[in-house]
């Protein structure tokens, strides 16, 4: 079974900084994704194919990586940006799973 | 715009069967490719995909549920459900329906997600 971990657990950072989020699987996978939960919504896609940003995210949103080690970078961090992320691998055992999240905070 | 809204009781006693609708709006279930999925998330916060069904019906279950799962598509109300059976209090969690688009490339994500129902399972 794949595992997905995700890390810093909790990031503290200031409006204006770079946040740097990572997912390590514990085997190769081939797709994967990242969302972003508010608290009380649903999760909300961000980015799709390890780097392909979805409909309507803003740009200082990217994703990076390949195999086994995934980045997902926010640039000059908005007020509205933090949050819990998740990433998602499909394709391995289990078809899909996801990270047990990383949540950025205010500093 | 798509939507997607969950429905069914939130409150269900164990061994029994917890039974779940998702309605779409704005799009036909049935038009374009897409998978439409049960995701739930529980208590300590963890995601957990349930599987997927296409309005042909074809299926595709999480394997560590899948002896429990039972989904089902209306295409003529543009809804879909979720039938999880003997229950316990492990199952409590958050019920998502979302859609999952269909990529040239392959892969599986989820674009659209409804709010999000709390059933609890308590006798």
């Known amino acids: 079974e794949i595992v997905l971990t995700q890390s810093p657990g909790t990031l503290s950072l200031s409006p204006g900084d770079r946040a740097t989020l990572s997912c390590r699987a514990s085997?190769?996978?081939?797709?994967l994704a990242w969302y972003q939960q508010k608290a009380g919504q649903a999760p909300r896609l961000l980015i799709y194919h390890a780097s392909t940003r979805a409909t309507g995210i803003p740009e200082r949103f990217s994703g990076s990586g390949t195999g086994a080690e995934f980045t997902l970078t926010i640039d000059r961090l908005e007020p509205e940006d933090f949050a819990v992320y998740y990433c998602q691998q499909y394709g391995n055992s289990p078809p899909v799973s996801f990270g047990q999240g990383t949540r950025l905070e205010i500093k | 715009q798509v939507q997607l809204q969950e429905s069914g009781p939130r409150l269900v006693k164990p061994s029994q069967t917890l039974s779940l609708t998702c309605t779409v709006s704005?799009?036909?279930?049935?038009?374009?490719?897409?998978?439409w999925n049960w995701i739930r998330q529980l208590p300590g916060k963890d995601l957990e995909w349930i599987g997927y069904i296409r309005y042909t019906g074809n299926n595709y279950y999480n394997p560590s549920l899948q002896s429990r799962v039972i989904m089902s598509v209306d295409t003529s109300r543009n809804q879909f459900s979720l039938k999880l059976s003997s229950v316990t209090a492990a199952d409590t969690a958050v019920y998502y329906c979302?859609?999952?688009?269909?990529?040239?490339?392959?892969?599986?994500?989820?674009?659209?997600w409804g709010q999000g129902i709390l059933v609890t399972v308590s006798s």
């Open positions: 979302a859609r999952a688009p269909y990529h040239t490339g392959g892969g599986l994500d989820f674009d659209y």
């Open positions: 704005g799009r036909s279930i049935d038009s374009g490719t897409f998978y």
């Open positions: 085997q190769s996978v081939s797709y």
